[in-house]
């Protein structure tokens, strides 16, 4: 699915209760996925409307100024905050479309190959949450997913998609054929426990706790649908091993065997008979593996 995303005069305006800090803060995060959308260019076009240039951003001072007036810009924002407000501004292309089309037009209009986002430094009025990719810790990754779980498309598409918007996972190439098994049914559960797993998985301070007591405290922490546990079996080790390669590319066999339990349907959430059957098998890392990223070993029906 291709997600086009518009700044518009609305995306800068509504500053005047943030402070500078905060602002700076916005700015580093919308530069880190500016990054990220032109890596994955294929799938996410960012549009920028000149509009923006005249709307004060920050003290009262306009885009136009901070980006082009460097006293005036020394005064209001860092130097790197600067810096990157003005490489997204200036090399983001440009597309003469009013404010009023992106919100009343655009954004409501989405299919399987196609969605729109609005870019915003603070929630605009009057348009749809979901719509909007407010700067946050991680706006653009929640917006891309949301459409992930309403237009999953096939097992493959599905898995490609997680592998961009869920950084901090690993997923083993299997998943793109056992996935199937339940995706059709349940993927908004999916989504949900995978942005657990991705975002939260690694809060708990895991100092004084075994290995049970993080997946206890971490499925209280996610509110996931049933605690996340250990398999207990010795004699299921080898149905819950999967290969990896490591930094020196030998393949290695790691046991997935803490698992979370996808114990509802989506469009029957009442219906608790499959409350045991599908499941994601997953190893919580490895140094010299994949970057040190949770690994996925299985998404699909109970091992």
């Known amino acids: 699915m291709i997600a086009e995303f518009y700044i518009i005069a609305e995306s800068f305006a509504q500053n005047t ?20 959308i032109r890596k994955h260019k294929e799938t996410n076009k960012l549009f920028i409307n000149p509009d923006i240039y005249n709307i004060p951003f920050i003290n009262e001072v306009s885009i136009s100024d901070l980006l082009f ?5 020394n005064n209001n924002l860092d130097r790197d905050a600067r810096n990157m407000l003005k490489k997204i501004v200036i090399e983001t292309e440009t ?57 999953p498309k096939n097992s493959v598409f599905f898995i490609d998609e997680c592998i961009k918007y869920f950084p901090n996972l690993y997923f083993h190439e299997r998943n793109k054929t056992t996935i199937g098994a339940i995706l059709h049914n349940c993927p908004k559960k999916i989504v949900y426990h995978l942005t657990a797993l991705n975002d939260k998985f690694r809060d708990t301070d895991a100092t004084h706790l075994n290995r049970s007591q993080i997946l206890e405290h971490f499925s209280i922490n996610a509110n996931l649908d049933a605690t996340a546990s250990l398999e207990g079996n010795a004699a299921r ?22 698992h979370l339990k996808l114990c509802h349907n989506d469009f029957y959430p009442g219906d608790a008979s499959y409350s045991n059957d599908r499941r994601i098998y997953f190893h919580e890392g490895i140094n010299n ?6 690994l996925i070993g299985h998404i699909g029906d109970h091992l």
């Not at 593996?289 to 949770?294: A, C, L, T, V």
């Open 95 to 151: 597309k003469n479309i009013t404010s009023q089309e992106v919100i009343e037009v655009l954004l409501p209009e989405h299919n399987q190959d196609l969605c729109h986002g609005l870019i915003a430094f603070n929630t605009v009025t009057g348009v749809h949450p979901e719509f909007q990719v407010v700067y946050n810790h991680n706006g653009w990754l929640d917006f891309r997913r949301y459409y992930l779980e309403i237009y």
């Open 17 to 36: 209760t943030a402070s500078k800090a905060e602002i700076e803060t916005k700015i580093e995060a919308l530069g880190n996925d500016f990054v990220s």
């Open 237 to 258: 080790k080898p149905i819950l091993t999967f290969s990896f390669l490591n930094d020196k590319k030998e393949t290695v066999n790691i046991c997935c065997e803490p």
């Open 289 to 294: 593996i994949q970057e040190n990223r949770i």
């Open 69 to 73: 007036n460097d006293q005036i810009a």
